[in-house]
């Protein structure tokens, strides 16, 4: 078997899958478990274009590198018969239908967003949003961390820090995946903590401080983001709070809960609420340079290593480190919340909003989508709104 993806002649075209990703860009609402999931039933289950083993190939890959898992899973399977051309597409796209409706967002946002009825909407979404990233949170640590003790403690390292310091320090990220090879790699223990020792100058940090100067600045700061992303989506929550709200300055804590909750109204990947942020801080230029520089990590990282993969891909050390480096991102979610939780829940009533949000998820017999729970809390923001 060869190192590169599937040479036999796709029995579809180019154009079919694009409008299939465009399709999913539009109408895929859940999170990334779900669109990962609607893509095994629509590519794999019922039209048969990609194989059982080249879904799998690509679902290990978006599991072992940086980015949005469901953005990276699409990039890969534009590249199994189409290459760079079909992987460049489909991404774009995947993407693009979400990123003008952030826009649009954006600009009712700023256009409306001093009215009171608009206020008394986030109101309630604010609170809700808590009770979702809690759940997430959960259900992310019970599927990935399992029995390990190992794992738990760099999670609750992670959770702490992040908490205390309001940031995500995401020089842990690379230190704990390293911890956990070494652990799992008796004859480099010894060796690890050097490792570990060497890669805390070259750590990326979240800390900035004054307000945006350049695009370029937008640029590098996004680029930062999608490099540490892993898995979930809302990986990038504590990163880009670090940054956009405690760093740099450029939105209010209101301002970002409002962002990750306009991520979660809106189909396809949730890091698209880079590009919500990007159009607050800098317009429409700025909306467009943030989710490039978000989106890029994740493509590069998926189409240079895509011809190697079936022969490196799972190696023990590979799944060793991203044990570790999933663990920490989180535990980072999970401080997150306890964060965002500060500003968001200021009264019983946000308090009841949130904790309805995640008594919902966690008892409802069929799950129920996020945007539905948003929407619900929006109305719950104006009726107390209209009752005040």
């Known amino acids: 078997m060869t190192g590169t993806p599937s040479p036999s002649i796709p029995a579809y075209r180019l154009s079919q899958l694009v409008r299939y990703f465009l399709y999913l860009g539009v109408a895929g609402f859940g999170g990334p478990v779900a669109l990962v999931e609607y893509m095994h039933r629509d590519l794999v289950a019922r039209r048969g274009w990609i194989s059982e083993e080249e879904y799998r190939e690509g679902l290990a890959l978006a599991n072992i590198s940086p980015g949005p898992l469901a953005a990276q899973l699409c990039t890969y399977l534009g590249f199994v018969h189409y290459r760079y051309l079909g992987a460049s597409l489909t991404t774009l796209a995947f993407v693009l239908p979400s990123f003008v409706m952030v826009v649009a967002i954006g600009w009712a946002y700023l256009r409306f967003g001093g009215l009171p009825w608009m206020q008394a909407v986030f109101y309630g979404v604010g609170a809700a949003i808590i009770g979702i990233i809690a759940w997430s949170a959960y259900r992310l640590t019970r599927k990935t961390v399992h029995g390990d003790l190992l794992l738990w403690a ?12 309001e940031t995500e320090r995401v020089e842990l990220f690379p230190i704990a995946g390293l911890v956990v090879w070494a652990a799992r790699s008796p004859r480099f223990r010894a060796r690890s903590g050097t490792a570990a020792g060497l890669l805390l100058p070259l750590s990326l940090t979240t800390q900035a401080t004054g307000s945006p100067q350049s695009l370029a600045e937008v640029f590098w700061f996004f680029f930062r983001a999608g490099a540490f992303v892993f898995g979930s989506g809302l990986a990038i929550v504590p990163f880009l709070y670090g940054g956009v709200v405690v760093g740099f300055g450029w939105l209010n804590d209101q301002q970002f809960l409002d962002a990750v909750a306009v991520a979660m109204i809106t189909p396809g990947p949730v890091v698209i609420t880079t590009g919500f942020i990007g159009y607050l801080v800098a317009g429409l230029p700025g909306a467009i340079v943030a989710a490039v520089a978000t989106f890029l990590p994740a493509y590069i990282l998926t189409v240079i290593p895509a011809p190697y993969f079936r022969k490196f891909g799972r190696r023990p050390a590979i799944a060793a480190i991203v044990d570790g480096v999933t663990a ?36 409802s017999p069929r799950r129920i989508p996020e945007p539905v729970i948003v929407a619900a ?7 107390l709104f209209t009752l005040k």
């Open 328 to 363: 920490a991102a989180i535990g980072a979610i999970a401080g997150a919340v306890i964060v965002l939780g500060r500003r968001a829940i200021i009264d019983i009533s946000t308090a009841l909003i949130a904790l309805a949000a995640l008594l919902v998820l966690w008892k």
């Open 377 to 383: 809390a929006a109305l719950a923001g104006l009726l």
């Open 154 to 165: 760099i999670f609750a390292v992670s959770m702490a820090i992040t908490a205390i310091t």
